[in-house]
């Protein structure tokens, strides 16, 4: 029989470096109880690593910088969101980074949220949830709200053939088809941009 605390590694794992969770992740399987002891063992056994108090993560390592790289903040986000139960938005400003269109270096992602006010220091980096009315909210997956936020922010008349080449190299070819069912109710000109993006 596998220990919990195997088990719950093992989902981990599942889910690839870079991986951002915390306990709710687990506890539709496991105790409460059981969940956190066995967070705080493979944090002391360095397998994980402590975001924040309750939020670990599954670090990617850069053999080139020979340590392991910040959590990735979108993903503190989505964990976030699963965690309270929030829905939320990326601000377009924090999209556009994301997405390497942004020329400045972000210190600040900012997330348009349907729960409170709040702000996090991610290491060196800050994450704040603004309440707001969310619009474009509907997407399955969060690649699509990224691109739509992004298009929406850069406006129409900034987008271009390299725009569009460097989301390209940002998202999964794999996620192109979904993407466009996904994305079909927004507005008509950004929709027009999501079919040149996943072009394959």
């Not at 900012?110 to 509907?138: A, H, Q, V, W």
Request: aromatic letters at 12%; glycine letters at 4%; hydrophobic letters at 35%.
């Amino acid at each position: 029989m596998q220990s919990i605390e195997n088990k719950i590694l093992s989902r981990i794992y599942g889910n690839g470096k870079g991986y951002v969770f915390s306990s709710a992740d687990f506890i539709n399987e496991f105790t409460i109880n059981s969940v956190e002891k066995s967070l705080s063992k493979l944090t002391k056994q360095n397998k994980i690593r402590r975001v924040l108090r309750g939020m670990y993560d599954y670090p990617k390592y850069s053999k080139l910088l020979k340590q392991s790289l910040s959590p990735d903040i979108d993903k503190v986000a989505q964990c976030f969101a699963r965690k309270f139960n929030w829905r939320i938005q990326i601000s377009g400003d924090s999209a556009l980074n994301i997405l390497g269109l942004s020329t400045q270096i972000q210190g600040k992602y900012i997330y348009l949220s349907d729960g409170p006010n709040r702000k996090y220091k991610i290491f060196n980096t800050d994450l704040e949830f603004k309440k707001s009315k969310l619009k474009d909210i509907g997407f399955k997956y969060n690649e699509s709200a990224l691109i739509v936020q992004a298009l929406k922010s850069l406006g129409k008349e900034h987008i271009d053939n390299l725009v569009i080449e460097k989301i390209q190299t940002k998202i999964d070819i794999k996620m192109y088809d979904k993407i466009l069912k996904d994305t079909k109710t927004t507005t008509t000109w950004i929709y027009e941009y999501i079919k040149q993006i996943c072009k394959k």
